[in-house]
T-cell receptor, first 115, second 117 residues
Framework: AQSVTQLDSQVPVFEEAPVELRCNYS??????LFWYVQYPNQGLQLLLK??????LVKGINGFEAEFNKSQTSFHLRKPSVHISDTAEYFC?????????????FGTGTLLAVQP | DAGVIQSPRHEVTEMGQEVTLRCKPI?????LFWYRQTMMRGLELLIY????????DSGMPEDRFSAKMPNASFSTLKIQPSEPRDSAVYFC???????????????FGPGTRLLVL
């Protein structure tokens, strides 16, 4: 069985500062990894995903994430945040070899960008 | 493509009433997922379909919940009778078939915000 842990429920940060949102996963098989973003009163939108290859993945809105297999982590980073980045961020994992596209989500991290 | 479409966007009902939530997946997608999001429990997978067939309904809370997918372009999630604890945001998502680009990615609808009084 797979699981995802997002240790930080909320991350306050000032505008233009860098930010890192942490994600650790547990799985006995190879996985795909995802970050989704949910803006207030909206659905989830794919931010970026790791399937294979380069461990550094770049996504939309200047975000990037690095897959670290030895530490079973997939932390999300942005060098300089904007007020508009205020949202809930969800890390998710799926089984690479599974017969389905079932995702396991973390509990989410609220990124609160302050002026 | 218009993306995943859900209706209604908001629903307010009284305890005991039947509630039906609707979802139209992205054309060509053969996986459809229903999720529930609450502050207490986060994002929960309720049920998912492949080619209109329910594959895993282990997340459905109880017999009051039922879901159907009569064809590739329409699915419903029904709650009968509804209770205040069912108040949540319900999301529908779809994903492409195996062997296609983006097959591993789920695309979410805007959600239905349900309030049961």
């Amino acid at each position: 069985a797979q699981s995802v842990t997002q240790l930080d429920s909320q991350v306050p940060v000032f505008e233009e500062a860098p930010v890192e949102l942490r994600c650790n996963y547990s799985s006995s098989v190879s996985v795909y990894l995802f970050w989704y973003v949910q803006y207030p009163n909206q659905g989830l939108q794919l931010l970026l995903k790791y399937l294979s290859g380069s461990t550094l993945v770049k996504g939309i809105n200047g975000f990037e994430a690095e897959f670290n297999k030895s530490q079973t982590s997939f932390h999300l980073r942005k060098p300089s945040v904007h007020i508009s980045d205020t949202a809930e961020y969800f890390c998710a994992v799926s089984d690479q070899d599974g017969a389905t596209n079932k995702l396991i989500f973390g509990t989410g991290t609220l990124l609160a960008v302050q002026p | 493509d218009a993306g995943v479409i859900q209706s209604p966007r908001h629903e307010v009902t009284e305890m005991g009433q039947e509630v039906t939530l609707r979802c139209k997946p992205i054309s060509g997608h053969d996986y459809l997922f229903w999720y529930r999001q609450t502050m207490m429990r986060g994002l929960e997978l309720l049920i998912y379909f492949n080619n209109n067939v329910p594959i895993d309904d282990s997340g459905m809370p109880e017999d009051r919940f039922s879901a159907k997918m009569p064809n590739a372009s329409f699915s419903t999630l029904k709650i009968q009778p509804s209770e205040p604890r069912d108040s949540a945001v319900y999301f529908c998502a779809s994903s492409p078939p195996p062997g296609t680009t983006g097959k591993e990615t789920q695309y979410f609808g805007p959600g239905t915000r349900l309030l049961v009084l």
